[in-house]
């Protein structure tokens, strides 16, 4: 069977895999180490994001404690300033 571009095709013919592609073979040993440098990163990573995690938790609290002594101050201000428009 002949396609419009000039390509021969055969119908029932399959295409083998292998041909496809290249496959390269690895050792276990080889495999393992990767594995190990790779879980190694992720364990580092993981690690760094929850130290980040405990600082902005510091943060907010260092910040909720300031914010709430502005609102007491700022109430003790409003205070004196009603009862001095008294």
Known sequence: M????GV???KGR???PRSLCIQTQTSPDVLSSEKTLELARYKTKCENQSG???QLKQLLSCGNTKLEALT???Q???SEVRTRAL
């Open 8 to 10: 021969k095709f055969e």
């Open 14 to 16: 399959q295409k083998n």
């Open 52 to 54: 980040f995690i405990v």
């Open 2 to 5: 002949k396609l419009e571009m």
């Open 76 to 78: 003790h201000l409003l």
């Open 72 to 74: 007491v101050v700022i």
